[in-house]
């Protein structure tokens, strides 16, 4: 170990005893702190045992997934976090520092693990409550001083009952305690099948790093800490590429296993064709449609998540709420995982802006107030806490749109796209608001953008689709692209029943009764999404020929 920290116990914890240390104490059932902070830990533990010196930049870009233009004088997140980390340690050492024959501490004002050497047990070392930590000499609060012997073993009992109780509970709280997932961590190595091409196949790897941490869905790490164990119930995966370049073709063959098991989950081929583009602009191009295969919301990694525990709280609640916004699955079930994890975790920014999501998503702009307000309050949580996150400000979109801000809402909208401009997401629902706020094109050309390129069409890209084929008497069109839409939702169910009645279908009848429309339903549906009066008096003309029991078109108050 270095010679730069000035520890006087330093010099009796060797490297293997350091790493001994930090494995005992992440096994410890009773160190309880956030499974980022562990990694943060593990992570200084690392580098202390190489001799390298750590940054704020480093710890945010290889263990807490922030985008590689980081600025620590923006985001605080390393400080806070490696407060949090130092104050966890020291609360523990004091508490259950007598079972660790090393202590491990995080040195102030520097991103540094220190070590003591806890010699209790040694005659000739200071006692177990006079290691230092952070450089401050520190008695256990638990031991009184100058007591009398007698005094000293009734108090000694005492305080073996007292923790004998308090050890029952806690092993009874933790037993009660459900699985708090995180992201899953992800390394990412790249090689060229040509040594020549090696300086291309290092620019694609930097720039498919680069829009990973944009997705903020995984943590992105270094593949030199992928044997470096943290805690055992992390989800970790390593993303391995290989690049090709011909003449006209730049391709990428990909695997995704999982590192714990070693089982191949998933494989695949990028190709881009290279005729009239750049070096830069094909590299791009496989960038983005490697990035969304592997960290989009429905993208590699989170639909292996998708099979996680149903019982497990945090990350996946976000990934399955997310998910249940796409298909209009169970909205319920996704509002309680999410409220269990706000409840166990309130600041967690991806908690509060997906459960933001899911509390506007079944009434939209004719949300309630009370549920809208509560919905804009988790948003601008989320935002507060994650400035960068393309979720946080989608969730912020929303909720600004359910309250009449369409301004400010598009605002947030163009905030998240350019965050994370890779994310068929975000241009996906973008795109939605545009479209339903009257700026048509707009919301047309980032709809077709969140649709190309991508094996799994946002919802919300086909449904601009459908409603622009259906106010362009493309009917058939509107339809297929109803039909595309996994779930029904009661807007489908009206662009569907429209089209059907359009063509004059046999079927348009049973659409109607299907989708359960009437004249309420109908109201409901357009006030949700807010569409415009020309497109609501056509689509009303299309139920009404379908088969519908409303009044002559245009009657339908406002």
Same mark, same amino acid.
């Given at each position: 170990?270095?010679?730069?920290?000035?520890?006087?116990?330093?010099?009796?914890?060797?490297?293997?005893?350091?790493?001994?240390?930090?494995?005992?104490?992440?096994?410890?059932?009773?160190?309880?702190?956030?499974?980022?902070?562990?990694?943060?830990?593990?992570?200084?533990?690392?580098?202390?045992?190489?001799?390298?010196?750590?940054?704020?930049?480093?710890?945010?870009?290889?263990?807490?997934?922030?985008?590689?233009?980081?600025?620590?004088?923006?985001?605080?997140?390393?400080?806070?976090?490696?407060?949090?980390?130092?104050?966890?340690?020291?609360?523990?050492?004091?508490?259950?520092?007598?079972?660790?024959?090393?202590?491990?501490?995080?040195?102030?004002?520097?991103?540094?693990?220190?070590?003591?050497?806890?010699?209790?047990?040694?005659?000739?070392?200071?006692?177990?409550?006079?290691?230092?930590?952070?450089?401050?000499?520190?008695?256990?609060?638990?031991?009184?001083?100058?007591?009398?012997?007698?005094?000293?073993?009734?108090?000694?009992?005492?305080?073996?009952?007292?923790?004998?109780?308090?050890?029952?509970?806690?092993?009874?709280?933790?037993?009660?305690?459900?699985?708090?997932?995180?992201?899953?961590?992800?390394?990412?190595?790249?090689?060229?099948?040509?040594?020549?091409?090696?300086?291309?196949?290092?620019?694609?790897?930097?720039?498919?790093?680069?829009?990973?941490?944009?997705?903020?869905?995984?943590?992105?790490?270094?593949?030199?800490?992928?044997?470096?164990?943290?805690?055992?119930?992390?989800?970790?995966?390593?993303?391995?590429?290989?690049?090709?370049?011909?003449?006209?073709?730049?391709?990428?063959?990909?695997?995704?296993?999982?590192?714990?098991?070693?089982?191949?989950?998933?494989?695949?081929?990028?190709?881009?064709?290279?005729?009239?583009?750049?070096?830069?602009?094909?590299?791009?191009?496989?960038?983005?449609?490697?990035?969304?295969?592997?960290?989009?919301?429905?993208?590699?990694?989170?639909?292996?998540?998708?099979?996680?525990?149903?019982?497990?709280?945090?990350?996946?609640?976000?990934?399955?709420?997310?998910?249940?916004?796409?298909?209009?699955?169970?909205?319920?079930?996704?509002?309680?995982?999410?409220?269990?994890?706000?409840?166990?975790?309130?600041?967690?920014?991806?908690?509060?802006?997906?459960?933001?999501?899911?509390?506007?998503?079944?009434?939209?702009?004719?949300?309630?107030?009370?549920?809208?307000?509560? *919905?804009?309050?988790?948003?601008?949580? &989320? @935002? %507060?806490?994650? +400035?960068? $996150?393309?979720?946080?400000?989608? =969730? /912020?979109?929303?909720?600004?749109?359910?309250?009449?801000?369409?301004?400010? *809402?598009?605002?947030?909208?163009?905030? &998240? @796209? %350019?965050?994370? +401009?890779? $994310?068929?997401?975000?241009?996906? =629902? /973008?795109?939605?608001?545009?479209?339903?706020?009257?700026?048509?094109?707009?919301?047309?050309?980032?709809?077709?953008? &969140?649709? %190309?390129?991508?094996?799994?069409?946002?919802?919300?890209?086909?449904?601009?689709?459908?409603?622009?084929?259906?106010?362009?008497?493309?009917?058939?069109?509107?339809?297929?692209?109803?039909?595309?839409?996994?779930?029904?939702?009661?807007?489908?169910?009206?662009?569907?029943?429209?089209?059907?009645?359009?063509?004059?279908?046999?079927?348009?009848?049973?659409?109607?009764?299907?989708?359960?429309?009437?004249?309420?339903?109908?109201?409901?549906?357009?006030?949700?999404?807010?569409?415009?009066?020309?497109?609501?008096?056509?689509?009303?003309?299309?139920?009404?020929?379908?088969?519908?029991?409303?009044?002559?078109?245009?009657?339908?108050?406002?």
């Amino acid at each position: 170990m270095g010679a730069e920290i000035d520890d006087e116990f330093q010099e009796h914890v060797d490297d293997t005893e350091a790493e001994a240390a930090l494995q005992r104490l992440l096994a410890d059932q009773r160190f309880k702190t956030a499974d980022r902070q562990k990694a943060i830990l593990t992570y200084l533990v690392a580098q202390r045992i190489k001799d390298e010196e750590v940054k704020a930049y480093a710890i945010a870009v290889d263990v807490l997934g922030r985008p590689s233009n980081f600025d620590s004088s923006i985001d605080p997140i390393v400080r806070i976090e490696i407060s949090r980390l130092r104050s966890t340690l020291e609360s523990f050492y004091v508490a259950f520092g007598e079972d660790h024959d090393i202590w491990i501490s995080v040195k102030k004002g520097k991103y540094i693990a220190c070590f003591a050497r806890n010699t209790a047990n040694a005659p000739h070392h200071r006692k177990a409550d006079e290691i230092a930590l952070g450089h401050t000499i520190r008695r256990n609060p638990y031991q009184p001083e100058n007591t009398p012997p007698k005094r000293r073993l009734m108090f000694a009992g005492l305080m073996v009952s007292v923790l004998a109780a308090i050890a029952t509970l806690s092993i009874y709280s933790y037993a009660q305690r459900p699985v708090i997932s995180t992201k899953p961590v992800v390394y990412v190595t790249v090689d060229a099948a040509n040594p020549q091409q090696a300086g291309e196949a290092s620019q694609v790897r930097d720039g498919l790093l680069t829009a990973l941490t944009q997705f903020q869905t995984i943590i992105v790490a270094q593949p030199a800490y992928a044997s470096v164990r943290t805690n055992a119930a992390d989800r970790r995966y390593s993303v391995q590429l290989k690049y090709y370049s011909d003449l006209d073709e730049r391709s990428v063959w990909w695997q995704v296993t999982e590192n714990a098991s070693g089982n191949l989950l998933m494989s695949g081929l990028e190709k881009v064709e290279t005729a009239g583009k750049s070096e830069a602009v094909a590299r791009q191009e496989i960038v983005a449609s490697l990035a969304k295969r592997i960290a989009a919301s429905r993208g590699v990694i989170n639909s292996i998540k998708l099979n996680a525990a149903q019982d497990s709280v945090g990350n996946d609640c976000v990934v399955r709420a997310e998910y249940a916004l796409e298909v209009r699955g169970s909205l319920e079930a996704a509002a309680n995982c999410l409220e269990r994890t706000v409840r166990l975790m309130p600041h967690d920014s991806d908690a509060n802006a997906v459960l933001a999501r899911i509390l506007l998503a079944p009434a939209g702009r004719a949300t309630p107030p009370e549920v809208a307000d509560r *919905a804009l309050r988790l948003a601008q949580d &989320a @935002v %507060a806490r994650a +400035p960068f $996150s393309d979720r946080a400000q989608l =969730a /912020l979109m929303a909720a600004q749109a359910a309250g009449g801000s369409l301004e400010a *809402a598009i605002e947030a909208g163009n905030r &998240a @796209v %350019a965050l994370n +401009p890779n $994310s068929p997401d975000s241009l996906a =629902a /973008l795109g939605g608001l545009l479209y339903s706020a009257g700026y048509t094109s707009a919301g047309l050309a980032m709809a077709k953008e &969140a649709s %190309a390129e991508t094996d799994i069409v946002p919802r919300c890209a086909m449904v601009v689709l459908a409603l622009d084929a259906f106010r362009d008497a493309r009917y058939s069109e509107a339809l297929l692209w109803t039909e595309r839409v996994t779930g029904r939702s009661s807007l489908t169910s009206v662009i569907r029943a429209a089209a059907l009645g359009e063509l004059g279908s046999e079927q348009a009848p049973g659409s109607v009764t299907d989708g359960g429309i009437d004249a309420a339903a109908f109201k409901r549906t357009v006030d949700a999404v807010g569409l415009p009066p020309d497109l609501v008096t056509m689509l009303e003309r299309g139920v009404i020929k379908a088969g519908a029991d409303l009044e002559p078109v245009g009657s339908i108050a406002r």
